[in-house]
């Protein structure tokens, strides 16, 4: 008979999985999405990196962020690389958060298509967000910075106000902003 696998075990087993579907989504590709109803910005250009991952999957590692992302892209990720303690907040609760990410990871492709919906100026308890775009099965969070990248996901719709996206266009990074200084009179 063999063991069933702990929490930690399978948790490790997903984050392998989840940093392949990130990579595949985000990390070589920009996204511009643009909707007749934003009113704080014209449209946002979506451009992620290894190291916002890390706060996507919910737990913890003293590795850096961008180290902890490779760990898992090349499946050498340990499980003493991680874990469920963060200061203010109980180990139950943590893992209960973890859970609903990994639920959640499975949907993060359909947040980034023109069925989604999208709020600007997105809060939601403790998190402030430039834009939170929901697919309905789960929502997910970007910074507020000049290219936005993913803060905060969270399981199912969370936002209050969400409009359609008129136009989103996926370009490899390092075509975007060329294809944009051809096309940006289109978006005024």
Partial sequence: MTNPKSFKERVKEELIINAQIYQNIFLNYQYLVFSKHFTTRKYYIISAEKDNF?????????LKASDFFDKCINETLNETDFNFIKKGQNEKNIKGTVRRKIKAFSNIANLITNK?????????NNISCS????DNSCTLGFTNTKSIRPKSLMNGNQTTNPYPIDILLRKPKSEILSYLAR???LLK
């Fill in 131 to 134: 834009l939170a775009t929901t």
């Fill in 116 to 124: 989604a919906t999208v709020e600007e100026n997105f809060t939601k």
């Fill in 183 to 185: 096309r940006l009179p």
């Fill in 54 to 62: 890390l706060h996507l999957t919910g737990v913890n590692s003293k």
